[in-house]
């Protein structure tokens, strides 16, 4: 059976729910930005 791995708190970082939150909200446009070029019809040129 396997452990579960060590948690930020678990290694002595302190709380880092707000860092994951910023995250998420981070991901969240970077997601929405990638899928407005796709849906823009973008292609990458290749010569």
Same mark, same amino acid.
């Not at 930020?8 to 970077?30: A, P, T």
């Given at each position: ?14 709380? &880092? #729910?707000? @860092? =994951?939150?910023?995250?998420?909200? &981070? #991901?969240? @446009? =970077?997601?929405?930005?990638a ?13």
């Amino acid at each position: 059976m396997r452990t579960p791995a060590a948690t930020f708190e678990d290694l002595g970082y302190g709380d &880092v #729910s707000e @860092l =994951m939150q910023l995250l998420e909200e &981070v #991901s969240k @446009l =970077m997601e929405a930005y990638a899928r407005s070029i796709l849906d823009s019809g973008f292609r990458l040129l290749t010569t």
